[in-house]
């Protein structure tokens, strides 16, 4: 499958992306406001916390990690609670892509690493792709790369293209998710461009962020990224698939983002193979509030595990 | 799909709200029974609410009087600073009322709570402040300090109680007492308010509410005690009004209706002006003397706008107003959902093409879902009349001048919308626009510190902000 689109020198990218209609923020910001006021409740919350537990990429990506850490993260990722689903993948350095394979055979949560320098980019193009194919090596079935916000904001549109283009080449089955870095994008005409950008280069995701800038996903941003795959398949046919990453934390946070997916892109995107969240201390909360909603009381965060 | 039979229920609760099984009239600061009464209904489920007192020739004599009194006597030679007090406990009353109220006029009206609560109650108690702060510096605004002297309100249904607000804070800010008819169909919120008035320990006779329909509203205005006449409503009625106070010293100001044109160029951004469209129509199940109900779009846009519009009224949530989710309530009334039935008949019957959403309308109660016309002519009656529901007339512009013409070709002139992310165009059409409130990028957006009023055969006088103050001023 081809997924890259036959425009790749930056004149010709920007007369696409800058054709994209624009964003007023004081619209997008009330729109996603607006969405933020919808009451889940009963069944609905129910059904909407399993989906959202089973998005989840449960993420570590500190300097102090270590193969117990991962290993501890892992057992969560596939025993989340009884009943629950599994979580998506679980997103690690590449260096513990290995750990993470290990612990996680037969479970079918997928082993994300991020890639590409992550989180700043800055490294020449041949380390990137160096990166990225010793984790598809070691097992990573998802690549979280990030994007040359430096090339992006100077207008070099063929550059960041070429760069997703030859990780996305590099990846191989391994699906990518390719993180714009909202918090660094400064306007939300930006994130739009770098959205299709991204799609047009081929990303099989749109990721928010990092997780290392502020702001990282916020409801105008992800509203925007919603409305770009959305817009894209319209045009193109291609389902590109959206993950928020950074700042999310409580079942609120997740179920609004789920109300956002289900009215801004539909319910097609309803579905762990198009929407993840890149969250570590949500989980917790979504399996607390789970609980709740089953037995009617808090247990209180003791007795949920910190991994 | 988990939202595939829409979110489950989230109804607010009705138990702040104390229905009594019968209302009287204010009139001088206690409530006095009537010689007959008239049943106010849900129009979400058509149970009866309550019996409201119907106010006859004797009771509107006698409200008009008390309010003389309290004119002369005690409001009037107040001094602003005192009255402004007044007006602030009053807001701060509104505001902790606040839930009682939104349940209140939802339940009477029909409007979703997510309105009531989020866009009706935090404006009528921005209304008060505002002009609460007035109060003790007219002198500064520009129309001498002198009242106007007993002022006849009527108001209509659609936003009843900040309709109120509208009404009675910038009269009382500057000094003149009041008689108020609100709605027959919506009296509820009036007569709580007047509760509030009790509560807030305004002088008796200041405030005075007197239910009723059309031919209480017509002793109103017409009583010779009435210094000054405030309406706001259809323009029918409107042009009555300004025919029966002919010849007379009364001071008038009309707000009425329009058929307000939402103008979207090729350039704006789309998905919020997919959003502004949406809010411009469907906000308030379009009964909104200011809604967009005209969208004219530039042709090379069109199919891709109005392709995004038809998928985004796919997700407006139509029924229980009460139910936090729901995005499009109850028609007010049976009478007013005939009229949209009329008006959206005859648009088919002249050829153009209607669209809805699918969606379940409950079995009881009056409802019409949200519609979109296209293949509309200029001449068509839905793109002329005022059809005051949950319907949008599509045309197409290639010129921004043709935009404009096709604005502009209606009776009304009350407001207007553009959507474009070029500036110099926003300015330069705005300019040429024959509306009382143009709104850039944004639709329906109310302040009280931004003045509203119309043009034409929308009405004249103008509401909100320093300006509003002229209407209640002698020098004015």
């Known amino acids: 499958m081809t997924d890259a689109v036959a425009v790749t020198s930056t004149r010709e990218l920007r007369g696409v992306l800058h054709g994209l209609p624009g964003v007023d923020e004081v619209g997008a910001k009330a729109r996603a406001a607006r969405l933020g006021t919808r009451s889940i409740k009963n069944d609905t919350k129910a059904a909407a916390i399993d989906l959202a537990i089973s998005m989840v990429d449960l993420t570590t990506l500190e300097g102090a990690d270590t193969p117990g850490k991962v290993r501890a993260l892992c057992v969560k990722a596939v025993r989340t609670a009884p009943g629950a689903p599994t979580v998506g993948a679980v997103c690690v350095y590449p260096d513990l892509v290995k750990v993470a394979v290990e612990a996680l055979a037969g479970s079918g949560v997928g082993i994300a690493s991020v890639a590409t320098a992550f989180p700043a980019g800055r490294a020449p193009l041949e380390v990137k792709l160096a990166d990225t194919r010793r984790a598809v090596a070691d097992g990573a079935t998802e ?3 990030v994007i040359d916000r430096g090339a ?4 070099d ?32 005409d930006n994130v739009r461009r770098a959205s299709w950008l991204a799609m047009l280069a081929g990303a099989d995701f749109i990721k928010t962020s990092t997780g290392k800038i502020q702001p990282a996903a916020t409801p105008p941003v992800v509203l925007v990224m919603l409305q770009a795959v959305r817009d894209f398949q319209a045009e193109h046919g291609r389902v590109v698939g959206v993950k928020p990453a950074g700042g999310i934390r409580t079942t609120k946070d997740a179920l609004k983002l789920l109300v956002q997916v289900n009215e801004v892109a539909g319910p097609r995107w309803l579905d762990p193979r198009l929407f993840r969240i890149g969250a570590s201390s949500l989980l917790n909360d979504l399996l607390m509030q789970r609980e709740k909603l089953a037995t009617g009381v808090y247990s209180g965060p003791d007795y949920f595990t910190l991994d | 799909m988990i939202f595939d039979t829409g979110y489950a229920p989230a109804p607010e609760s009705t138990s702040v709200v104390d229905l ?7 009139i001088d600061g206690g409530f006095v029974t009537g010689k007959e009464t008239f049943p106010t209904i849900n129009p979400a489920t058509e149970e009866t609410l309550a019996e409201v007192a119907l106010a006859g020739a004797g009771e509107v004599d006698a409200a008009v009087a008390a309010a003389r009194t309290a004119y002369e006597n005690v409001w009037g030679p107040m001094p602003g600073a005192e009255r402004a007090k007044y007006l602030y406990r009053i807001a701060r009353i509104i505001q902790e009322r606040s839930r009682e109220l939104a349940v209140l006029e939802t339940l009477d009206n029909g409007k979703p709570i997510r309105e009531t609560r989020d866009v009706d109650l935090p404006l009528v108690a921005a209304h008060f402040f505002h002009y609460a702060g007035w109060a003790d510096k007219l002198e500064y605004a520009g129309y001498g300090t002198t009242p106007v002297g007993v002022a006849g309100q009527v108001i209509p249904w659609n936003f009843p109680l900040l309709m109120l607000a509208w009404k009675i804070a910038p009269a009382l800010a500057c000094g003149n007492t009041v008689v108020l008819k609100p709605a027959e169909t919506t009296p509820l919120t009036a007569l709580a308010f007047a509760e509030i008035c009790q509560q807030a320990e305004l002088p008796a006779g200041v405030v005075n509410i007197v239910t009723g329909a059309g031919e209480t509203g017509r002793l109103l205005v017409e009583h010779p ?27 008038l100001s009309l707000e009425l209706g329009g058929k307000g044109a939402n103008i979207v160029f090729d350039d704006a951004p789309l998905d919020q002006a997919v959003e502004g469209v949406v809010n411009a129509i469907f906000f308030n199940q379009g009964h909104v003397c200011c809604a967009g109900s005209r969208l004219l779009v530039q042709e090379s846009v069109a199919e891709e706008l109005l392709a995004k519009l038809r998928a985004r009224m796919e997700t407006l949530v139509v029924g229980d107003p009460l139910d936090k989710n729901t995005d499009v309530g109850a028609v007010n009334s049976a009478a007013q959902l005939a009229r949209i039935r009329e008006l959206v008949a005859s648009g088919v019957e002249e050829g153009a093409e209607p669209w809805s959403p699918p969606c379940a309308l409950p079995e009881r109660g009056f409802w019409f879902a949200p519609t979109v016309f296209t293949c509309v002519a200029a001449s068509h009656r839905v793109a002329r009349e005022e059809i005051f529901g949950p319907v949008l007339s599509v045309l197409t512009f290639r010129t921004p001048e043709e935009a404009v013409e096709k604005a502009n070709n209606t009776p009304y002139g009350l407001s207007a919308g553009i959507w474009t992310e070029k500036g110099s165009r926003i300015l330069a059409v705005a300019e040429k626009l024959r509306a009382g409130v143009v709104w850039a990028n944004t639709f329906n957006q109310f302040d009280p510190a931004s003045p509203f009023g119309g043009f034409k055969e929308s009405g004249y006088g103008r509401e909100g902000g320093r300006h509003g103050l002229e209407a209640y001023l002698a020098q004015g």
């Open chain 1, 152 to 155: 992006f904001l100077t207008g």
């Open chain 1, 143 to 145: 690549i979280d790369m």
């Open chain 2, 225 to 251: 005690g009435v210094d000054k006449v405030a309406f706001t409503g259809s323009t029918e009625v409107g042009r009555q009004i300004a025919h029966a106070l002919a010849g007379t010293s009364k001071r």
């Open chain 1, 157 to 188: 549109y063929g550059r960041v293209f070429d760069e997703i283009t030859a990780v996305k080449e590099a990846c191989g089955e391994a699906h990518l998710k390719v993180i714009l870095e909202t918090g660094e994008l400064a306007t939300y």
């Open chain 2, 20 to 26: 009594r099984a019968s209302y009287g009239l204010f």
